[in-house]
Nanobody, 124 residues
Framework: QVQLVESGGGSVQTGESLRVSCAAS????????MGWFRQAPGKEREGVAT???????KYATSVKGRFTISKDNDKNTLHLEMNSLKPEDTAMYYC??????????????????WGPGTQVTVSS
C-alpha cells in the first residue's frame, strides 16, 4: 500500500520562501509520477507541479519560475521549493502519486494516491 506524508508547511510573509516535502513508502517500482496539488478555501483543487520517473516536469502557469519540484530517489522523497510566495499561494498542499508508466500531468484524476496535506499560509 502506497503511503504519502507531507511535511514542511507553515506561515510566511509575501516574498519569502518555503519548502514542502512528501515522504513516500510502500512502492518499489521504478516507474511512477508524483506531484503537488493545492486547494484554497472555496476553490477546487488544482495541479501545481508534477514530475515523472525520468525527471520530466510540468508546472502550473501561476507558479512557473517561482516553484521547483524535485525528487530524492534514495530517500523516496518529493520536494517543492516555493520562492517569491504570494498570498494567492495560500492553500492546503497535497502530495499525489501514480504508480506505473505515466507522464507527468496536472490532472487530479490521473493520480490515485494522496497524502493528508500540509497547510501553507502566505500573509501580506
Amino acid at each position: 500500500q502506497v503511503q504519502l506524508v507531507e511535511s514542511g508547511g507553515g506561515s510566511v510573509q509575501t516574498g519569502e520562501s518555503l519548502r514542502v516535502s512528501c515522504a513516500a513508502s510502500g512502492y518499489t517500482g521504478s516507474n511512477y509520477c508524483m506531484g503537488w496539488f493545492r486547494q484554497a478555501p472555496g476553490k477546487e483543487r488544482e495541479g501545481v507541479a508534477t514530475i515523472d520517473s525520468d525527471g520530466s516536469t510540468k508546472y502550473a502557469t501561476s507558479v512557473k519560475g517561482r516553484f521547483t519540484i524535485s525528487k530524492d530517489n534514495d530517500k523516496n522523497t518529493l520536494h517543492l521549493e516555493m520562492n517569491s510566495l504570494k498570498p494567492e499561494d495560500t492553500a492546503m498542499y497535497y502530495c499525489a502519486a501514480r504508480m506505473g508508466i505515466c507522464s507527468a500531468t496536472l490532472e487530479e484524476s490521473d493520480y490515485n494516491y494522496w497524502g493528508p496535506g500540509t497547510q501553507v499560509t502566505v500573509s501580506s
